[in-house]
């Protein structure tokens, strides 16, 4: 697997685990305020962000006594072809492992997940999926069941199902979100789980702090995050749609 960063121990990646972070380059979005920009476009990385997946192995196995978790993030994980041979090789050296996701493609989410292979899935949601391009820039219609909006969607089902833990993500940035914009969100997160028959108390979303560093624009670096109080009035809001809505880095 293609591999461009390497924290060999993180007390933050998953919290409550000691895990390693592993950074996959490359990714089918460009949210402006991404702030792994150096990751994003493929083409772009680095060759000296490169590192060897036997070394990274190794370097695990030596690990293994005191870190017992490895999240693979980046980029957009779902996008390296042989991502399942890796967790699996994670798995045979007995990491629990977290998959972190932009939720485009759900045949992979579906796979690790029949396969057993993640311990925990993190997805990122956007925005309202009515205005998806407008966060991620990228063309997000979907037409029947073909196109990134219905792909979102069949990963959020896929993944509130298959009784692996999860959460979902969103990283709240002045002039992209408000209250009534995340409302929205927060309604079609609801929606799809009640329509999977779940209940929405155990939906957990996070809602992240946006941090204007390195981001993928940088018209970005600029922006001010919203205040604590600020966002824990949001937070307050969007509770009474999915109850474990969570602030996350404030
Ligand atoms: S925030 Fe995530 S989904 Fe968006 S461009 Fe960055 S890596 Fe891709």
């Known amino acids: 697997m293609e591999i461009a960063g390497y924290i060999k121990t993180s007390l933050i990646e998953w919290p409550g685990k000691i895990s390693s972070v592993i950074f996959v380059p490359g990714c089918n979005f460009r949210c402006p305020f991404c702030h792994n920009a150096d990751l994003v476009v493929r083409s772009k990385v680095s060759k000296f962000q490169s590192f060897k997946e036997k070394e990274v192995l190794a370097d695990l196995e030596k690990r293994k006594k005191w870190v017992e978790a490895v999240a693979v993030t980046g980029g957009e994980p779902t996008l390296q072809a042989d991502l ?6 994670l798995k045979q050296m007995g990491f629990l492992t977290m998959v972190e996701s932009n939720g485009t493609k759900p045949e992979i989410i579906n796979e690790l997940i029949i396969k057993k292979l993640t311990d925990y899935i993190a997805m990122d949601l956007k925005g309202d999926f009515e205005n998806y391009e407008k966060y991620t820039n990228v063309k997000c219609l979907s037409t029947g069941k073909v196109g990134t909006m219905y792909n979102v969607r069949e990963s959020i ?3 509130a ?6 959460e979902f993500r969103t990283t709240v940035v002045p002039g992209l979100h408000d209250m009534e914009n995340l409302i929205e969100l927060a309604k079609q997160i609801k929606k799809e789980i009640v329509n999977c028959k779940l209940k929405i108390e155990n939906c957990h979303w996070f809602l992240q702090q946006f941090r204007p560093v390195n981001c993928f624009d940088k018209k970005y670096l600029t922006i001010k995050p919203y205040s604590k109080q600020a966002l824990e009035k949001i937070c307050r809001n969007l509770q009474k749609i999915i109850p474990q809505t969570n602030l996350r880095g404030v």
């Open 84 to 89: 399942s041979r890796f967790l699996s090789r």
């Open 157 to 159: 089902e896929l993944i």
């Open 161 to 166: 199902k298959s009784g692996v833990g999860y």
